[in-house]
């Protein structure tokens, strides 16, 4: 079973615009939530966590926004830049457990 | 350079050999973790360590896989008469008590089974 589901595969945003990656869980035990970044021929990059206590949480041009109730986050990218264009991951962790389980990805194409 | 390192990038094995990855986690890092990823998938977690104590190991791990972390320090995955299936992307990452989890990951080892 899939405990953290990206449904889009993939997003195209056109530079200076905002880009919005979605991630679903379906674990109530987890509690800390997490974006990498990957880019070919590397391991993810963390970008960005946010921990269950909260419902926002801000670095520079990324944001990500979580909903507790609707078991969902997701990551803003504004304005996107075509360095931004990778594979995203979403990965949540559980109370006293510190695996990391992770969604599918969701490939970002920025293009000028 | 202080970040994750693993060792081999790039593995071509036969069928029913024997190979062994190694990972170098960030000096200060006291937890060190091993993923998988196939192509089209996230990572999926292997085993963890917290320093030289295996504390969880996924069912994922058959008992063709073992991994070590002698010292503390570094940490070796050997899988045992391989299989095709087991062509993938090894991760290793690693993270500090307190640190909210944040694991930071190498390159990987890109594992080859023909």
């Known amino acids: 079973d899939q405990q953290v589901k990206q449904n889009s595969p993939s997003l195209s945003v056109q530079e200076g615009r905002i880009s919005i990656l979605n991630c679903d869980y379906t674990n109530s035990m987890f509690d800390y939530f997490l974006w990498y970044k990957k880019y070919p021929a590397e391991g993810p990059t963390f970008l960005i966590s946010?921990?269950?206590?909260?419902d926002k949480n801000e670095d520079g041009r990324f944001t990500v926004f979580l909903n507790k109730s609707a078991k969902h986050l997701s990551l803003h990218i504004v304005p996107s830049q075509p360095g931004d264009s990778a594979v995203y991951f979403c990965a949540a962790s559980a109370l006293r457990t510190d695996k990391l389980i992770f969604g599918t990805g969701t490939r970002l194409q920025v293009f000028p | 350079d202080t970040g994750v390192s693993q060792d081999p990038r790039h593995k071509i094995t036969k069928r029913g050999q024997n190979v062994t990855f190694r990972c170098d986690p960030i000096s200060e890092h006291n937890r060190l973790y091993w993923y998988r990823q196939t192509l089209g998938q996230g990572p999926e977690f292997l085993t963890y360590f917290q320093n030289e104590a295996q504390l969880e190991k996924s069912r994922l791990l058959s008992d063709r896989f073992s991994a070590e972390r002698p010292k503390g320090s570094f940490s070796t995955l050997e899988i045992q008469r391989t299989e095709q299936g087991d062509s993938a992307m090894y991760l290793c990452a690693s993270s500090r008590d307190g640190s909210d989890n944040e694991q930071f990951f190498g390159p990987g080892t890109r594992l080859t089974v023909l």
């Open positions: 946010i921990s269950s206590i909260k």
